[in-house]
């Protein structure tokens, strides 16, 4: 069964540009979760998707910040414009019904903003 | 609201002797408990995790966990470490706020093994 698929896998932009991450789930995922990872942290959850709904965005920075599961399968995290502060991996998850099961992870996006 | 502490966010063992990653966490309900593995430039993968039933929980790579109720912990045991359980580990509780499942992290724990 193939693993959380995620491209690019790195990308150097400079502030104030724009970026575009992607992420297919495991076949047959409900839910989808995009994480921030900033150097030293633990994950942080942007936003969950179940199918193709947004069930939380609470901590998603809405005036630089959007994401989209058109279809409910794949998303794509976009940022625009992007500050510093945002350099960090981006990690896509899927579980299968966004209950207490196992959440599956991707290999991430390391962004880096000069 | 759930949190995670992870206490040292460096631990260092020699080869063959005893990893112990501590984890505590903050639940206003009965938690589900996860530990994750991150080696360099990977996502995160599952070690073990807790929900309901044995306290102790056997995972993948020989490690171990055992939920403590009554002291709010879920640490992270090998009986002896072998160079490749060098990475990055996390301890991370369920949160249901708002009827959907997501999870929130400790800041981790990086584990060297020297020979």
Redesign the interface.
Known sequence: EAG?AQSPRYKIIEKRQSVAFWCNPISGHA?L?WYQQIL??????LI?F?NNGV??DSQLPKDRFSAERLKGVDSTLKIQPAKLEDSAVY?C?S?LA???E???????T?LLVL | AQS?TQLG?HVSVSEGALVLLRCNYSSSVPP?L?W?VQYP??????LL?Y?TGATLVKGINGFEAEFKKSETSFHLTKPSAHMSDAAEY?C?V?DWT?G????I????TRLAVHP
């Open positions: 959380v839910t979760y030293g942290q633990g994950p942080k959850l969950q179940q069930v939380d990690l998850a579980t966004g209950g207490g196992t959440q599956y992870f991707g290999p991430g390391r | 995670v966010s589900y996860f994750y430039n990977q996502g995160l993968q599952l995790k929900t996390f991370a369920s708002g959907y499942n997501k999870l992290f400790g800041a981790g």
